[in-house]
């Protein structure tokens, strides 16, 4: 599993060979997320407002990296193309 970052005591990991839709998981101490890449939106799980407001700005100022972290860990399910 690998870990991309950490924003405070929230672990950013892209999990290899995970399910669609294309991901990344939030971890924190009491809470997990998942979130969609294209869209950032979360689909399961929660985030408490401050973890929920440094993670989406840290998605979106690296998402590019996100997309090519799970293009490179499932390429079983690539995401075609890093949306403008």
Wanted: no cysteine.
């Amino acid at each position: 599993m690998g870990r991309l970052a950490r924003i405070g005591n929230v672990v950013i990991r892209i999990i290899p060979g995970d399910h669609l839709p294309p991901h990344f998981h939030a971890i924190g101490p009491d809470f997990e997320a998942f979130i969609v890449i294209e869209t950032l939106l979360i689909f399961r799980g929660s985030l408490p407002p401050r973890a929920r407001r440094a993670v989406m700005t840290w998605a979106t100022e690296n998402h590019a990296a996100l997309v090519a972290e799970w293009n490179r860990v499932n390429p079983r399910f690539p995401i075609a193309r890093v949306p403008s």
